[in-house]
């Protein structure tokens, strides 16, 4: 057995970038901010008046469930790990951890009563409660691991029963709570398109078994950490900033979860019923779930494999809805990606995972006239596939549809068939390689995507899709900019991202 880490007075320093599908949270105020695909304050894009729209596409009716049903014909769940001391350093079954939380909490009791009467605190939040949020923010960055560290420390000594809702291996989540937190800040600016964000990510935290009643001591927990380490910046006046922004938070998180809670269950389960490997790296899987699972073309879902417990990766459905009800996701193995691993080399037929619901906004505008201009890196193909599946099903005639498809090889290209038999089947649908690497690229454009796609020269008066790495889509948004295209006609899956510049 590995022995424990010696005990530190600090945790355990964060990756410093954090694999794609490391662990993600169970907990409010805002942990899965930045987790996802998508962030919440993708504008929409202006409608234009149109005679005659064509149909949407129909939505799956969402039947109601009490309870999650058990999952048909599944093979019994077997965690890897139930137990892993070395990582599981943050939480009271673990001894090393345990013993340093009680020490560092040893050091800063509780703050007595909070400052600032009731009534204050359930007024909404004033603009000069986001500044003092966003300057309280700005002290506690440089040492946001020691503040989530003793956030989550708080919790799980004074809350033991949340600790089983999170993942064994807390450290990338320590990194995701306070990224979500500047996400959250930022996105303050944007009140109809927090809200809406915050609805999904309540309804989402259902899966996790988050309950309304565990809302209110995360918040104590929070404003106790931020107190501590915001050092001479907290002062009475940021501390009810902060306890009017985490009210409207959860109250929104809450409202959402409950409204779901009378439609729809909190997860899914779905088995693997096809799993190919396309390239070393890439597998293509197909996913029945165990219920109707709503869902439009370009969203994503949230996924647990049976061998990381309460490890949750997102991913882009890459097809439309379909009458046999399968989902499918490409999947790409990443270094330290437990998830992606899992999926790619272990994940077979009879598998079972679990989904949370659908969420995000990258979805097609069918009553758009715009001619599409679609950008997709790697497995960011996906939600562009289903995107275009969705098209050819529910698209307007006459809409002229290009994806450009960008791999580093040529050999990574995997899906080009599949849009290349759609290609064929609707003329107005272009598809183009493009490989960036050195190598054979036969019937490939060469360079980088997004500087291929501005080759073109003008892209204006088109929609625009942008999915794949982020790098690649910050760089495609600002070549589509300066080819045209007007900034409330992109969608991509990185806003929050880019909006941090
Ligand atoms: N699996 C899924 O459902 C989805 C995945 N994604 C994201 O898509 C990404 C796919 O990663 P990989 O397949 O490894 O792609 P990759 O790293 O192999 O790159 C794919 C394409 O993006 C271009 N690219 C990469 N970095 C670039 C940069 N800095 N500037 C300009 N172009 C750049 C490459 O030249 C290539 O054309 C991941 O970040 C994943 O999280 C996004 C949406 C859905």
Redesign the pocket.
């Known amino acids: 057995m590995p022995g424990r880490p010696p005990m530190p007075l600090d945790p355990p320093d964060l990756p410093p970038h954090a694999p794609?599908d490391a662990p993600t949270t169970v907990l409010p105020p805002v942990p899965d901010l930045v987790a996802g695909?998508v962030c919440p304050a993708a504008p929409e894009p202006v409608r234009q008046a149109i005679p005659d729209p064509p149909a949407q596409p129909p939505a799956v009716p969402a039947p109601s469930f009490p309870e999650p049903a058990a999952p048909a014909a599944a093979r019994a769940f077997r965690p890897l790990l139930t137990d892993a001391p070395g990582l599981n350093w943050s939480g009271p079954g673990d001894g090393w951890s345990h013993e340093w939380a009680m020490q560092t909490i040893a050091e800063h009791r509780p703050a007595p009563a909070p400052a600032v009467g009731v009534t204050a605190a359930e007024q909404p939040p004033t603009a000069r409660d986001i500044e003092l949020i966003r300057d309280s923010l700005a002290v506690v960055e440089p040492v946001a691991d020691r503040a989530t560290a003793h956030f989550y420390a708080l919790i799980f000594l004074h809350h033991p029963e949340v600790r089983a809702l999170f993942p064994a291996a807390m450290d990338v989540q320590r990194d995701r709570l306070f990224r979500a937190l500047l996400a959250a800040a930022r996105g303050a600016d944007d009140p109809a398109a927090l809200r809406a964000y915050l609805s999904a990510l309540g309804r989402g935290h259902r899966r996790y078994g988050t309950l309304t009643g565990h809302y209110g001591p995360v918040g104590e927990c929070l404003v106790q950490a931020l107190a501590r380490y915001a050092g001479s910046r907290w002062d009475a006046a940021t501390e009810l900033a902060w306890r009017r922004v985490y009210r409207l938070v959860s109250s929104i998180m809450i409202e959402a979860a409950e409204e779901a809670a009378r439609t729809s269950p909190p997860w899914w389960h779905g088995e693997v019923v096809r799993h190919e490997r396309r390239t070393r790296?890439?597998a293509v899987i197909t996913v029945r779930p165990d219920q109707p699972y709503p869902f439009r073309a370009g969203q994503?879902a949230s996924l647990e494999t049976p061998w990381w417990p309460r490890v949750w990766r997102?991913?882009?459905?890459?097809s439309a809805p379909r009458p046999d009800g399968l989902l499918t996701?490409?999947?790409?193995a990443?270094q330290a990606g437990w998830v992606s691993n899992a999926l790619v080399h272990r994940a077979a037929p009879g598998d079972v995972l679990r989904l949370g619901p659908a969420a995000g906004t990258m979805t097609v505008d069918h009553g758009s006239p715009a001619d599409l201009l679609c950008l997709g890196?790697?497995?960011?193909?996906?939600?562009i596939r289903a995107m275009v599946e969705e098209l050819a099903e529910y698209g307007r005639a006459g809409r002229a549809v290009e994806v450009f498809y960008?791999?580093?090889r040529a050999g990574?290209l995997y899906d080009l068939d599949g849009l290349r038999e759609l290609a064929r089947r609707h003329p107005w649908l272009t598809v183009r390689p493009?490989?960036?690497?050195t190598g054979p690229a036969e019937g490939a454009l060469t360079g980088?995507?997004?500087?291929v796609v501005g080759g073109f020269g003008s892209w204006t008066g088109r929609d625009a899709v942008l999915?794949?790495?982020?790098?690649?889509v910050?760089?495609?948004v600002g070549v589509l900019l300066r080819c045209g295209v007007s900034p409330e006609r992109i969608r991509h899956?990185l806003v929050g991202d880019l909006a941090a510049g």
């Open positions: 794609a695909p790296d890439v994503y997102h991913l882009s459905f890459a996701f490409h999947v790409k990443v890196g790697g497995t960011g193909i996906a939600p960008g791999a580093r990574e493009v490989v960036s690497g980088e995507l997004p500087e999915s794949g790495p982020p790098a690649m910050r760089r495609g899956d």
